[in-house]
């Protein structure tokens, strides 16, 4: 997984699923080291990155070895790295 930052969110995307980098004001970005677990949109799918499960309004209860628990309301699902396409966060920071 990559991090990447877009108009004071960030997010983390698929390195397998991807078919470019675009890199822009390079000097201006803020590293961040770890999956947090807060309020979020994940993207998963088997195949490629388009398609798929779309976790709308959930947030990431654990970051496992295998992958991370995702909760949407009282639903939980688990997804491994190779299933996420993109972990996008609601919160700016």
């Known amino acids: 997984m990559i991090c990447f930052e877009k108009k004071g969110r960030y997010g983390w995307f698929n390195l397998d699923k991807s078919m470019g980098i675009l890199v822009k004001k390079e000097e201006e970005y803020i590293m961040h080291n770890e999956i947090d ?27 496992k070895e295998t992958g991370i628990e995702v909760h949407t309301g009282e639903f939980t699902a688990e997804l491994s790295w190779e299933e996420l396409s993109v972990i996008l966060y609601r919160d700016k920071f």
């Open 37 to 63: 677990c807060k309020a979020c949109t994940v993207y998963a799918n088997k195949g490629t990155y388009f398609g798929g499960m779309t976790y709308a309004f959930s947030s990431i209860a654990s970051v």
